[in-house]
Every structure is written in C-alpha cells, then in structure tokens.
C-alpha cells in the first residue's frame, strides 16, 4: 500500500521508524494514544522494517468491512500464533479448505439450542465461583478469577474437561504456558530483523517447549473423551470427531482438531475473562450504574438470599440493563482489540488510498470505539445507555465491532455473552462491589487485554 500520503507519528527515527516513547508491553495502548493524537482516520507506524497501517475512524472501518472487497488478514499478532494455533479456526488462512470445514463442522454448536445445554454448565461454573468469593478472605483478584471460571466453562462445555481451577492456588499450568505463548507471539511481531531473531534464541526454544507441553495437556483432552467410549455429539470435540464435512464427505484430520481444541480453549476463554473484569472494574467505579444492573437482576431474581438464584436460560436475555453494560464494556475494552483485513483485488480506500490485492490494514478497535464522530465529544466515558436501541439505530453501521466482521467473525459471540451476561447478573445480584479506592486502571497486553492489579472486596449484601 503506498503509505506516503498517511499521516505517521510526529518522531519518526531512521531505521527504527516510530517506536520512541511507545512500549513493546502495550502496543495497543501505545497505537490508541496515537490515533487520539493524529485525530486523523488511519495513520501509519513503521516499526524497524514493518509499516503497518491503523485504520481508526468510521470512514476507512466501514469500507474494510465490504466482504465483497476484504477479507481476514492472518498477519502481525495472529500470524505468530499460528505455531500454536496452526490452521485451527482463529488463525487459519482464509483459503485453507481447513477453514471451511472446521466451520461448517462446529456451526451447530453455536446455535441457540446448543447454548441451552450450555447454560447448565454455565450455570455450575458461576456458582462455583460464588462459594470461591462467599469465603474469600479479603479482596478477590478479579482478572484471575475469572479467568479460572471462564477457563473451566469452555472446557467443560467443549470438551468435557476439568482442569479444577478453582480447587488451585496458583494457575493451572495451562494458562501459565498459554500466557508464555502470548506473550511470545506479541514480541514477536517487533522484533527487530535479523539480529533480534538471534538474541531471541533463547526465547524460542523455551516457546517450542511450551509449545510442546500444550499439546501434550490437548492430547490428554481428546484422550480423556475417546477414554470414556460414549459418542457425544453435543458438544465441540463430539462433532469434530463424530461428524463429516458435509461437502466433502471427510472428517477433520487428527492434527486440526488439536488445533481447534487449543483454539477454543484459548480464544474460548481469555476474551470472556477480560471482558468480565473490566465490566466490573467499570461497575465498581460507578455506583450509580450498578445499582441499576443490581436492581434489574432483583426484578428477575428477587431480593438476594442465602442461597444463589437458579437461573434459567429464559431469564438471561432479560438482563437487557446488564447486557448494555457489558456492550459499553466491549466498546472501551474490545478484548480482541485489533483485526487485519486485506484487500481481495486492487481498491481504494475510503476514496483516497489506493490498495494493491493483498495489501492490507489493522482496525484498531478501542481507537475506532472512541471516534468523537460518533461516540460523542465524552468517548471515554463509560455509558451504558449509548446501547438503548433507539441509539443502536441512529449509529452508522459498522462503528462498533468487538466481535470482528464479516464471514471470519467470532463464532463464540452468542457464548460469550451468555455466559458473561449471566455471571455479571449473579455477582451484582449477590454483593456489594468494594473497589481499592487507590487503584487506578492499569491493562496489561497479550495480544488481548486485561486490567492488572484489580481487587475488589466483594461482601454479601444484606436483604
Ligand atoms: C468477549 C469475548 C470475545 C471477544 C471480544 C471475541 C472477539 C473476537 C474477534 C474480534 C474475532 C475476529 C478476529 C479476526 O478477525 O482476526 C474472533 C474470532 C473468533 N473467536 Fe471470539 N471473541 C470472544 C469470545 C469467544 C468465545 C467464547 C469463543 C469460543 C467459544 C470464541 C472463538 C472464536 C473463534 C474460533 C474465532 C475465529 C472464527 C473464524 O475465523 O472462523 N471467541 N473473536
């Protein structure tokens, strides 16, 4: 893409290109300061011998979500995932024929029927994580909590397994070597040419037994299934294993369904976490919006007792307040903050930009989630009722896009929010939500985001 004419960060060095002032911790965070600062719809950073182009305003993002003219780029972030995600949904090549398969295999377990019979378990794991918080002696920390109830929900509900999270001091060993290869996929995509794969030598071999170790915990989870000899069809790893491709006749081979379960169980469950703590970093600060979900979820619930409501599946889409809070949540935080798209055939850009087929640009979300344009001259502050349904629809289409776009789009949206939905409705039914007043939100990258250092106290209320 000829980049000239886009605005580039004031500073820009020689041979390093635009890396003063910014951190290879917070990429994201760095990218949006940016943006706010260039005011312009995209601009460029050159990072060593890399230009990438960040596409922030509602112009370009809603012509990058033409599938007509664009589709997915496996680039950057998700590209150095692929060693571990190989050709598994998430990071596949949009021409895989993998892709298509996989896909059309696992459609069924995304319906409204299939999150029925999630919900059970949905439901156990949120009151599980209720008597972890009943006795919790002093203030909880968030991000790992629910991290260990959104790990122990996919793996459950996908794959019938128990990685005992909560009966755990420390973090299963899954999610320390997930988050190794996370963080190992950030840095790579900075990494200087060259020497700087030299001096990180050490690095990837530590990353390849990582790596290694991954797939020995996802062999023991298909192993643990084929153990069990019953031929489940209900869930995600029932219908890789026991169903063909419609088209083609074949089943997915043995290597890509290990490729789909980390896939799931990475992408099924870091997003969920993030976007769970900071709903509830943002409920915490703002009394008067948590009192509105409390008072939503007493309407359905009544008031809190001893014992837990017993949610049914019909009640969660009444949490119409709860589920606005966690879409305003999505817009300042879009857990997944970033998604490529290239160009099908050569185009134009937002009528300025020419594109060559298979150039491509970043959507920098928490970027275009903050378009004064659009969002107003307060974008960042946080406002539930920017998701009343008469402001949905006086919004230009794509302007608001946490799920990603077009055929590539999350899968597990309607999981996510179930699940998310019912777990904020039980937390705020059933405590009060004591923030460290000293604490202001820090958020720590990994490809995703997450707030670090967050505590609450959370202490029953009282009827
Ligand atoms: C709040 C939670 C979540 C957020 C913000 C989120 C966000 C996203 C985004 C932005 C994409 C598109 C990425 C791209 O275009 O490169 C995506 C894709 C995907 N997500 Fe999610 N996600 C969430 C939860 C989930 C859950 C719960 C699952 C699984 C149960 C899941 C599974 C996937 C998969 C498999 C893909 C790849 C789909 C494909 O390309 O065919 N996600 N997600």
């Known amino acids: 893409m000829d980049t000239r004419r886009i605005p580039h960060p004031p500073r820009r060095v020689p041979?390093?290109?635009?890396?003063?002032?910014?951190?290879?911790?917070?990429?994201?965070?760095?990218?949006?300061?940016?943006?706010?600062?260039?005011?312009?719809?995209?601009?460029?950073?050159?990072?060593f011998d890399k230009e990438i182009v960040f596409v922030c305003g509602a112009g370009p993002a809603a012509d990058l979500s033409d599938e007509k003219r664009f589709a997915k780029h496996v680039g950057l972030g998700i590209e150095a995932l692929r060693n571990l995600g190989g050709d598994g949904l998430f990071t596949a090549y949009s021409h895989e024929p993998n892709w298509q398969a996989a896909h059309d295999i696992l459609a069924p377990a995304f319906t409204q029927s299939a999150m029925r019979t999630y919900h059970p378990v949905m439901r156990d794991m949120a009151h599980r994580l209720l008597s972890h918080w009943d006795v919790a002696d002093g203030p909880v920390d968030v991000a790992a909590d629910m991290t260990k109830l959104t790990l122990e929900t996919i793996a459950r509900t996908g794959f019938g397994y128990d990685f005992g999270s909560f009966d755990r001091d420390t973090p299963h060993p899954f999610v320390t070597a997930m988050t190794g290869a996370l963080r190992h996929a950030q840095r790579k995509t900075v990494r200087l040419p060259g020497v700087g794969n030299l001096l990180a030598r050490g690095a990837d071999r530590r990353n390849t037994e990582r790596l290694g170790f991954l797939t020995e915990i996802i062999d023991d989870v298909i192993r643990a299934r084929r153990a069990d000899g019953e031929e489940h069809t209900d869930d995600l790893l029932g219908l890789m294993l026991h169903t063909s491709?419609?088209?083609?006749?074949r089943p997915l081979d043995e290597v890509n369904i290990r490729n789909q379960v980390i896939t799931f169980l990475v992408a099924g469950h870091e997003t969920t976490s993030g976007a769970l703590s900071f709903a509830l970093h943002h409920l915490a600060a703002n009394p008067q919006i948590l009192a509105r979900a409390r008072a939503e979820a007493d309407a359905v619930w009544g008031p809190p007792g001893d014992e837990a409501p017993d949610p049914s599946f019909e009640q969660i889409p009444k949490l119409r307040y709860i589920r606005r809070v966690l879409d305003e949540t999505l817009r300042l935080w879009p857990t997944a903050p970033a998604y490529g798209r290239q160009a099908r055939a050569d185009t134009v850009l937002d009528g300025t930009y020419a594109m060559r087929k298979g150039d491509w640009a970043l959507v920098l979300l928490p970027a275009l989630h903050r378009d004064p344009s659009v969002w107003g001259p307060d974008p960042e502050v946080f406002d539930p009722d920017r998701f009343e349904p008469a402001a949905v629809r006086a919004r230009p289409a794509h302007t608001y896009k946490p799920f990603g776009t077009g055929a590539r789009a999350c899968i597990g949206r309607q999981f996510?929010?179930?699940?998310?939905?019912?777990?904020?409705?039980?937390?705020?039914?059933?405590?009060?939500?004591?923030?460290?007043?000293?604490?202001?939100?820090?958020?720590?990258?990994?490809?995703?985001m997450k707030p670090e250092g967050f505590t609450l106290e959370v202490r029953r209320r009282t009827t």
Do not use: C, N
């Open 245 to 249: 491709h419609a088209e083609t006749g």
């Open 15 to 47: 041979v390093l290109g635009d890396i003063l002032g910014v951190s290879p911790r917070t990429p994201v965070q760095d990218s949006v300061r940016i943006a706010r600062d260039l005011g312009a719809p995209l601009f460029v950073r050159k990072i």
């Open 416 to 448: 996510a929010l179930h699940e998310a939905i019912l777990v904020l409705g039980l937390l705020v039914h059933r405590y009060d939500l004591v923030p460290d007043p000293s604490y202001e939100l820090q958020v720590t990258e990994l490809l995703t």
